[in-house]
């Protein structure tokens, strides 16, 4: 029999939030549609960004609306509210946008009609402000309102705005606002994991899926202080020409100024978040270890080829190696670890395997990126609240994958945002900017189709499927996704010590000597 399943779409053009440049956004759609109604057929403009090399529909400032998904239900079904998910664009916290790529990647509907039947679920897309925009950080705007005396983080101010839309009007769609959950990749997976250690994020979210979190919440270099927050902010002000000794005419200034001007001066700077001691107070680790942190399911995980290192650099050898490793590693660090990695014995021939040079390093940027962060996020928990505790519904993956269609670069190689298309069962790309004249065939339509079914599982019920173990210190194990092996569990065998000492270090350095230190 054929099971013919139908979806709408509902108010894809809804504000949750108006800012002016670098204020908090007001949550005003009552305001703005009261007793109104709105065209919403068409998506809403993204926020700006520089020229990149993905597709966005159109851009402006008052960028903050949010896409709703919706399956349609029959008569006996309706009173029943459904799960909610959340989905968190990437790009850098720089670039991006919920109706981005031809054809649309973050597509709520094809992810609605590949799902499993008896677990219909209600898929929300947001936007959120982007680079100069997300993180100015200045005393100006600081003591611009001291009710709420913040900078920077604007990103997520906007994040919790839209969720904050949604626990109060889901309802009206059939949503549970007690039931959502949130997922994101690369930036946006970095996010779903910060949100938990923000101010006004509790009881907004019960769940969280961060895909391939680069860089991952669970090391220092991906936030910074407030010092340097404010140094890099104050070389904008000057090189707009608008310091002043009136805090009010600095701001009129940088508010006047062209967002071309901003984000040329911006230039390519990486966008960070902020811990500022008042809003995001602890990076997550230290907040799960003060128990500052929300109460929720987590998952997280990544590509196993999200860095796609052999394919540009195949021929690696030990000093090639070595001036790779120095670019982002302290050189105090650099010998121990050769000797962890065993890389003195590196090998440039392609055949080598394990032994090859590349492969090495490899490993040793996936360890950092992003399996040690998650271990010390994981471990974080357990250290605080031991592995009985229902606060600890943890669970990690690997995921491959062989993208062939739409073509890409790295044909076959599971890259940085290859898993999208899978995740949301699109025939696309992140920097898709026209149709593809290709199609899937039912292999790789079953590989997203069972992708989906467990992330709907995950927003149904807070958990996977059974055939994914939760995570245990003293066992871990993660599970391996991939189109031609089946959805393995398997023992998660990484030695983290080398980089949980380099991040307690780089804490201390960074953050001062905080109550807690990382679990080790």
Same mark, same amino acid.
């Given at each position: 029999?054929?099971?013919?399943?139908?979806?709408?779409?509902?108010?894809?053009?809804?504000?949750?939030?108006?800012?002016?440049?670098?204020?908090?956004?007001?949550?005003?759609?009552?305001?703005?549609?009261?007793?109104?109604?709105?065209?919403?057929? &068409?998506?809403?403009? $993204?926020?700006?960004?520089?020229?990149?090399?993905?597709?966005?529909?159109? @851009?402006?400032?008052? $960028?903050?609306?949010?896409?709703?998904?919706?399956?349609?239900?029959? +008569?006996?079904?309706?009173? &029943?509210?459904?799960?909610?998910?959340?989905?968190?664009?990437?790009?850098?916290?720089?670039?991006?946008?919920?109706?981005?790529?031809?054809?649309?990647?973050?597509?709520?509907?094809?992810?609605?009609?590949?799902?499993?039947?008896?677990?219909?679920?209600?898929?929300?897309?947001?936007?959120?402000?982007?680079?100069?925009?997300?993180?100015?950080?200045?005393?100006?705007?600081?003591?611009?309102?001291?009710?709420?005396?913040?900078?920077?983080?604007?990103?997520?101010?906007?994040?919790?705005?839209?969720?904050?839309?949604?626990?109060?009007?889901?309802?009206?769609?059939?949503?549970?606002?007690?039931?959502?959950?949130?997922?994101?990749?690369?930036?946006?997976?970095?996010?779903?994991?910060?949100?938990?250690?923000?101010?006004?994020?509790?009881?907004?979210?019960?769940?969280?899926?961060?895909?391939?979190?680069?860089?991952?919440?669970?090391?220092?270099?991906?936030?910074?202080?407030?010092?340097?927050?404010?140094?890099?902010?104050?070389?904008?002000?000057?090189?707009?020409?608008?310091?002043?000794?009136?805090?009010?005419?600095?701001?009129?200034?940088?508010?006047?100024?062209?967002?071309?001007?901003?984000?040329?001066?911006?230039?390519?700077?990486?966008?960070?978040?902020?811990?500022?001691?008042?809003?995001?107070?602890?990076?997550?680790?230290?907040?799960?270890?003060?128990?500052?942190?929300?109460?929720?399911?987590?998952?997280?995980?990544?590509?196993?080829?999200?860095?796609?290192?052999?394919?540009?650099?195949?021929?690696?050898?030990?000093?090639?190696?070595?001036?790779?490793?120095?670019?982002?590693?302290?050189?105090?660090?650099?010998?121990?670890?050769?000797?962890?990695?065993?890389?003195?014995? $590196?090998?440039?021939?392609?055949?080598?395997?394990?032994?090859?040079?590349?492969?090495?390093?490899?490993?040793?940027?996936?360890?950092?990126?992003?399996?040690?962060?998650?271990?010390?996020?994981?471990?974080?928990?357990?250290?605080?609240?031991?592995?009985? +505790?229902?606060?600890?519904?943890?669970? &990690?993956?690997?995921?491959?994958?062989?993208? @062939?269609?739409?073509?890409?670069?790295?044909?076959?190689?599971?890259?940085?945002?290859?898993?999208?298309?899978?995740?949301?069962?699109?025939?696309?790309?992140?920097?898709?900017?026209?149709?593809?004249?290709?199609?899937?065939?039912?292999?790789?339509? @079953?590989?997203?189709?069972?992708?989906?079914?467990?992330?709907?599982?995950?927003?149904?019920?807070?958990?996977?499927?059974?055939?994914?173990?939760?995570?245990?210190?003293?066992?871990?194990?993660?599970?391996?996704?991939?189109?031609?092996?089946?959805?393995?569990?398997? !023992?998660?065998?990484?030695?983290?010590?080398?980089?949980?000492?380099?991040?307690?270090?780089?804490?201390? @350095?960074?953050?001062?000597?905080?109550?807690?230190? !990382?679990?080790?």
């Amino acid at each position: 029999m054929i099971v013919i399943r139908f979806f709408i779409i509902y108010f894809i053009r809804i504000q949750y939030a108006k800012v002016i440049r670098w204020k908090p956004p007001i949550d005003l759609a009552d305001e703005m549609f009261v007793n109104g109604s709105l065209d919403a057929t &068409s998506f809403g403009p $993204c926020c700006p960004q520089p020229k990149g090399d993905i597709y966005l529909p159109s @851009q402006d400032e008052q $960028c903050l609306y949010l896409n709703i998904y919706k399956p349609i239900q029959s +008569s006996s079904q309706q009173n &029943s509210l459904l799960p909610v998910f959340v989905w968190i664009h990437g790009g850098a916290h720089e670039i991006g946008c919920s109706s981005q790529s031809i054809p649309l990647i973050y597509n709520g509907t094809n992810m609605i009609a590949h799902s499993p039947a008896d677990q219909p679920v209600i898929i929300v897309t947001i936007n959120y402000r982007l680079g100069v925009l997300a993180d100015m950080f200045l005393e100006e705007l600081i003591e611009e309102d001291p009710q709420w005396p913040t900078a920077g983080n604007y990103m997520y101010l906007d994040m919790l705005s839209a969720l904050r839309w949604i626990q109060k009007n889901i309802g009206d769609y059939g949503g549970d606002s007690g039931n959502v959950t949130i997922f994101g990749q690369s930036a946006g997976g970095l996010s779903v994991v910060d949100l938990g250690a923000v101010r006004g994020s509790s009881g907004l979210y019960r769940t969280a899926i961060s895909q391939s979190g680069l860089s991952s919440p669970g090391t220092y270099t991906s936030y910074y202080n407030t010092k340097d927050a404010l140094n890099v902010s104050t070389i904008i002000v000057q090189q707009l020409n608008c310091s002043n000794e009136s805090k009010e005419k600095v701001l009129e200034c940088l508010r006047s100024a062209s967002i071309v001007d901003l984000y040329k001066i911006y230039g390519n700077r990486y966008t960070k978040p902020i811990i500022d001691d008042y809003f995001f107070p602890l990076y997550p680790p230290l907040a799960i270890l003060n128990g500052t942190y929300n109460n929720i399911s987590l998952i997280m995980g990544n590509n196993d080829y999200d860095i796609p290192f052999c394919l540009d650099n195949p021929d690696m050898n030990y000093t090639g190696a070595i001036d790779y490793i120095s670019q982002f590693v302290a050189k105090k660090w650099i010998p121990s670890l050769i000797d962890h990695y065993s890389l003195k014995n $590196c090998s440039s021939n392609r055949n080598a395997n394990r032994s090859r040079c590349c492969s090495i390093v490899l490993s040793m940027a996936t360890d950092d990126l992003f399996d040690c962060d998650i271990r010390r996020i994981f471990n974080s928990f357990y250290s605080k609240y031991g592995s009985k +505790s229902e606060r600890n519904k943890l669970y &990690s993956y690997h995921l491959d994958c062989y993208p @062939q269609c739409p073509n890409v670069t790295e044909k076959g190689i599971c890259r940085h945002s290859a898993e999208l298309p899978f995740v949301f069962g699109t025939i696309s790309d992140f920097h898709s900017q026209e149709l593809f004249n290709c199609t899937w065939d039912y292999s790789t339509r @079953q590989f997203s189709n069972e992708i989906i079914s467990h992330w709907m599982n995950i927003a149904t019920t807070g958990r996977p499927l059974n055939s994914w173990s939760s995570y245990d210190p003293m066992s871990p194990r993660h599970f391996h996704i991939t189109p031609d092996r089946g959805f393995i569990d398997q !023992i998660w065998q990484k030695n983290c010590s080398f980089f949980d000492f380099i991040e307690a270090d780089g804490v201390e @350095q960074k953050f001062g000597k905080q109550l807690f230190k !990382i679990n080790k």
